[in-house]
């Protein structure tokens, strides 16, 4: 069973890039705080974050993408009513 996501065991879950742009806001916020601090360790972690929000953002395109290929294929997901998966096995 998944913690954040929708399934059919988890209807009040998440669609996977409404999570992944929860997360990637968060970062944005940490980086904020950090902008102006000079020290090298502040400025790896900046660093760091920058790349990962690339990363993220790449990864936010792929979710929606799946999302828009499932909804062309097989109409808009049930799984938050309860419904079955529309692709895979049970």
Known sequence: MTHYLVTEDNPA??????????????????CALITDDQRVEAKA??????????????????????????????GPSQASKGGPPRIGHL
């Open 45 to 74: 972690v900046l660093a760091n974050n920058m790349r990962i929000l690339n990363s993220l953002t790449d990864a936010i395109l792929l979710a929606e993408d799946s999302t828009s290929i499932l909804d062309k294929a097989f």
């Open 13 to 30: 879950g998440k669609k996977l890039e409404d999570v992944l742009c929860m997360l990637r806001k968060d970062i944005l916020e940490r």
